[in-house]
């Protein structure tokens, strides 16, 4: 029996490790599954108590991530685990400061970079209906013709390829650095890729944990951006109040749609009230002069 592998917690910390080991080379084979054996559990606990083996472990899985991809997307898992051992081990300092080291990075074509959405959602950095929204954009694609849920499997590569074609440069500022301006105008990672593919807005990229931390931005230039994104949304909307005219649905049951979730809202910097999109405006009338025709 290993020295290290006497309780069941230290075999639950190993299987763990096993348990990535397996699942990486499933997922870069055809062949069957392989079961985790006592070989596998012994490297497993090599790669917790040895500093060594750990960075090696971890070297291992950086070399195949392309120097463009954020490490955050290969190391996921293993923040995760780390998260959850039982046991004090030799390599935990070594595996908490995992992004710490400089690793050698492939400089191979982009691989195919498989999640399931909410979990692509978290390793990116953004909420699953910006997923959605990418995944209409075509920068994320997925094995299903159905519409996306959480669940859903999605491939990320195409964010990264797209984001590979902006170089860093010094003069440009990072997202996170604009954040309350974001905010304020209601500006999401979304609504910058959008602006960078139509070339609205010059962007540059440097790969870090996150998107919000990779893209850069001109600040005098983003300032602008924003302020003609909100005039935009002010085009392209209506109020409340407004809407309850062309509709003639009462303001009271468009709030009820509102909080219930069936009508979207836009909120606008430097108005307090809320604001509805024409297009759903529009559907809102036809479906209002329809029930009216058929006498509900």
């Known amino acids: 029996m290993n ?3 006497k309780s069941q917690e230290q075999v639950h910390d190993a299987y763990l490790i096993a348990k990535v080991i397996v699942d990486d080379s499933n997922t870069r084979t055809s062949f069957p599954p ?20 750990a960075r090696l472990f971890l070297n291992e899985r950086a070399k195949r991530v392309p120097t463009d991809v954020p490490l955050n997307i290969e190391f996921h898992k293993i923040e995760i685990i780390v998260q959850n051992l039982l046991c004090e081990w030799g390599s935990l300092s070594t595996l908490y400061g995992m992004y710490n080291s400089e690793y ?3 400089n191979d074509p982009m691989t195919q970079l498989w999640f399931e959405a909410q979990t692509a959602s978290t390793i990116i950095g953004i909420t699953f209906k910006q997923v959605v929204t990418l995944h209409e954009l075509g920068l994320i694609r997925s ?3 159905k519409a996306l849920r959480t669940d859903t499997r999605v ?15 010094k003069d440009y500022a990072p997202l996170t650095e604009q954040y309350r301006l974001m905010a304020l105008h209601n500006i999401c990672i979304t609504d910058v890729l959008i ?15 996150d998107l919000m931390h990779s893209i850069y931005v001109l600040p005098e230039a983003f300032d602008t951006f924003c302020k003609l994104h ?15 005219e062309v509709t003639g649905i009462p303001k009271v049951e468009l709030m009820r749609l509102i909080n219930t979730g069936k009508l979207r809202p836009v909120y606008i910097h430097g108005s307090d009230s809320k604001r509805i999109y024409k297009n759903d405006t529009l559907k809102l009338a036809k479906t209002q002069n329809k029930q009216l025709s058929l006498g509900i």
Do not use: C, W
Not at 34 to 53: Q, R, W
Not at 233 to 242: C, E, F, L, P, Y
């Open 3 to 5: 020295e290290l592998l």
């Open 34 to 53: 392989k079961e985790i054996t006592s070989t596998l559990l012994n490297k497993a606990a090599d790669i917790l108590n040895s500093p060594d083996s």
């Open 104 to 106: 050698i990075r492939s």
């Open 143 to 145: 094995d299903s013709k």
């Open 155 to 169: 491939e990320i590569s195409g964010i990264y390829t797209f984001l590979s074609e902006f170089s860093h440069d």
């Open 195 to 209: 602006a960078a593919k139509n070339k609205d807005l010059s962007i540059v990229y440097k790969p870090s944990s």
């Open 230 to 244: 909100t005039q935009l949304i002010r085009d392209k909307t209506m109020s409340v109040a407004n809407v309850a």
